[in-house]
């Protein structure tokens, strides 16, 4: 089956720092992959629509200039969260699209 | 706007029960439906997916249902073991295609007693 990865699993880091998330569909290409987050016995609220080549879309109430949004190849995209504080820990999930939407395993992020 | 909620919040059963999730949906021009799971930190585990023209899937002791019409779904497990304790989630493409980006339920959180 398809295959998507997400780098780091976890991460700590201090407020104020930026924090990138990799994510990477491994067997096929995706030309377009989405951003969710989802806050403690919360359900996923996407984000974001990462589109190859394009700028990415963003949801309602997501700021684009702190989530940072890269989809530079078929198989990557990146999310970074720049000045991150304590209320953006969080755990983000990526998808990624071909006939259907396959998932990572989520990065959680833990600002100090 | 579609909105999809999920009902009970959260069952907890004994070993060997039979049990339904609910999943309805308020736009029901759906293109498919799905049903995952998450594991506590985990990320989502893909169970089964209804395509629109369908009524319902199976997989193993797991069998899932599609009333379009209504803006229902529900999803049968059947002889529950603790291991299937996690949170099942239902969601829909927010579009008419099928790698729009979903729209998630609130979730059900299972607990299986031994």
């Known amino acids: 089956g398809a295959v998507v990865s997400q780098h780091p699993s976890w991460v700590i880091c201090k407020s104020g720092t930026s924090v990138k998330i990799e994510c990477r569909s491994l067997?096929?290409?995706?030309?377009?992959m989405f951003w969710y987050r989802q806050f403690p016995k919360q359900s996923l609220m996407l984000m974001a629509t990462s589109n190859e080549g394009s700028k990415a879309t963003y949801e309602q109430g997501v700021e684009k200039d702190k989530f940072l949004i890269n989809h530079a190849s078929l198989t990557l995209s990146t999310l970074t969260v720049t000045s991150a504080h304590p209320e953006d820990s969080s755990f983000y999930i990526c998808?990624?699209?071909?006939?259907?939407?396959?998932f990572g395993p989520g990065t959680r992020l833990t600002v100090l | 706007k579609q909105e999809v909620t999920q009902i009970p919040a959260a069952l907890s059963v004994p070993e060997g029960e039979n049990l339904v999730l609910n999943c309805s949906f308020t736009?029901?021009?759906?293109?498919?439906l799905q049903w995952f799971r998450q594991d506590p930190g985990k990320g989502l585990t893909s169970l089964l997916l209804?395509?629109?023209?369908?009524r319902e899937q199976t997989s193993g002791r797991l069998n899932a249902s599609l009333d379009k019409s209504s803006g229902r779904s529900t999803l049968y497990i059947a002889a529950s073991q603790p291991g299937d304790s996690a949170t099942y989630l239902c969601?829909?493409?927010?579009?008419?295609?099928?790698?729009?980006?979903?729209?998630f339920g609130t979730g059900t959180l299972l607990a299986v007693q031994p």
């Open positions: 736009d029901s021009a759906i293109y498919n």
């Open positions: 969601a829909v493409p927010a579009g008419g295609g099928a790698t729009n980006k979903l729209i």
């Open positions: 209804i395509q629109s023209s369908q």
């Open positions: 067997d096929f290409q995706a030309t377009t």
């Open positions: 998808s990624a699209a071909s006939n259907e939407q396959f």
